[in-house]
């Protein structure tokens, strides 16, 4: 038998109308409460008792209608509204009149707007300190794969064997590259990228991971199928060359001072800046792709709360037009624009960049490997983390200096192919989030932490596996 499916109401339209009877309860209730706060200050407790009273059961009428899914009758709202009515012109006969009533709102708003700005400003620092937090499932995860990674001495060899795989430097196949320590996020990514691609057999995936997580990734990664597609672990450790006296940013990484300027008591810093991420090596690691992988001519680059659901194959035959970059920009907004990254106030940058110039997103990037090289863009990379010693250019993180080292070497893609904001816009049109190519939860609300937003999680979680036996002991218990 069909279902048949009820159309619920949106009380949020319901209100903004101006014929419903929500919306004329919404505002004798929101002019009721003026009076409650007035008659309170003139010690008419009685009335501003009454006023609440009928506040309370506007209020419960309101949440009826919304939990039903049906509008509010006449019969329902015509006993509270001439109630209301009746106090309120109770309320004017007392002589609380408009100037009275303006006076004692504009400082009563005044102390609110002081309340919600001190509120916002916690609520910033919380949320930060929850997006900092690594999950305690992600946590039992990485133990259970690591031991099994040291208990196991074939699955070592096995990885030992895939490192000397010619499939890692042929140039006839689709490479792509993640430089992660979350190993369930990074399974997504991998997982989302294989299950829609044509070819999955010709993909090769690159993962760089930190020492802590490698043993764990491996694991992960050598004992669960990905459709043929070829997928190689490396430990940034092992990366002897990535030193003090060769890359900029390790020394400004391991500076004391670097991390008492974001970490310690400094007003000037944002709470958003202090994300530990800032100063991981790992996200800087996009700079040095061509000489991590010398041999190749072409790469995808992509973050690790990205989910692909489309082919991503096609980005290897687009035409950069002797760029380097193949990005989104992200100008549909002002404050997308080089001005809001840089500090155009110093004559440095001022003299060498447009303010106007439009900004671009990293997680979903198509790299022209050879065109790099030729235009040596890592060198360019060095340059300015040195400039910005003193932290005057910009703030933090890899985008400010991504846009000064890609600089008139960036193909703008078409916008479908990285949809980015899932990890703090909960506005975004699902048409836009159904033709993307690739979805980025870029922000705070990580879709494997439990600040996520529901509406979006579904898209992450459909690459989980959940039926491992690791993942219903550490995720879902």
């Known amino acids: 038998m069909e279902r048949v499916v009820h159309e619920k109401l949106n009380l949020t339209e319901e209100i903004l109308s101006a014929t419903s009877l929500s919306r004329q309860l919404a505002e004798q209730m929101t002019l009721a409460k003026a009076y409650v706060v007035i008659a309170k200050e003139h010690n008419n407790f009685h009335l501003a008792w009454e006023l609440s009273s009928m506040i309370r059961s506007c209020q419960l009428l309101l949440s009826k ?8 009758t006449l019969e329902e709202a015509e006993p509270i509204i001439c109630r209301l009515s009746s106090l309120i ?154 030193n003090v006296s060769y890359a900029p940013i390790v020394k400004q990484l391991l500076d004391v001072d670097s991390r008492t300027y974001y970490f310690g008591e400094n007003p000037d810093v944002e709470p958003k800046l202090r994300n530990p ?9 996009r700079f040095y792709i061509p000489e991590i992988y010398p041999q190749l001519e072409k790469i995808v680059f992509l973050d690790d709360d990205v989910v692909v659901q489309k082919d991503l194959t096609p980005l290897f035959s687009l035409d950069l037009h002797g760029n380097v970059n193949g990005a989104v920009e992200t ?107 690739v979805i980025h939860f870029n922000g705070n609300m990580k879709p494997w932490l439990k600040l996520a937003i529901g509406r979006y999680k579904p898209l992450w979680e459909r690459y989980i596996n959940l039926s491992h036996p690791y993942l219903q002991e550490c995720v879902t218990s």
């Open 89 to 242: 012109y109770k309320a004017e006969d007392a002589h609380y009149d408009i100037a009275t009533t303006i006076v004692t709102m504009k400082s009563h708003i005044q102390a609110l707007e002081e309340r919600a700005n001190a509120a916002t400003v916690q609520s910033t620092v919380f949320g930060q300190l929850v997006a900092e937090a690594f999950p305690k499932s992600l946590h039992c995860l990485i133990l259970k794969l690591s031991a099994d990674w040291l208990k196991r001495p074939p699955l070592q060899d096995l990885g030992n064997e895939r490192r000397n795989s010619p499939r890692l430097v042929d140039n006839n196949l689709y490479h792509f590259c993640i430089f992660s320590d979350n190993v369930l996020a990074t399974s997504v990514v991998i997982n989302s990228t294989i299950s829609n691609a044509d070819h999955s057999k010709q993909i090769v995936f690159h993962i760089i991971t930190n020492g802590v997580s490698y043993g764990a990734m491996q694991a992960w990664f050598l004992s669960n199928d990905f459709k043929g597609a070829t997928i190689e672990v490396q430990n940034i450790e092992e990366f002897s060359w990535l």
């Open 331 to 437: 100008c549909l907004e002002a404050y997308h624009r080089y001005y809001k990254y840089l500090n155009f106030s110093n004559p440095i940058i001022s003299s060498k960049f447009d303010p106007q110039a439009c900004g671009w997103a990293f997680g979903m990037n198509v790299f022209d490997l050879i065109a790099w090289r030729k235009a040596n863009v890592t060198a360019r990379y060095h340059y300015w983390q040195e400039q910005n010693s003193d932290k005057t250019l910009w703030k933090l993180g890899t985008l400010p200096v991504g846009l000064l080292a890609f600089y008139g070497l960036t193909e703008p893609l078409d916008r479908r192919w990285h949809v980015l904001g899932l990890g703090y816009d909960l506005n975004i049109d699902n048409r836009l989030i159904e033709s993307a190519a």
């Open 65 to 72: 209608a919304a939990m039903r899914g049906k509008p509010i």
């Open 277 to 285: 991420k800032y100063i991981s090596l790992l996200n800087h690691l």
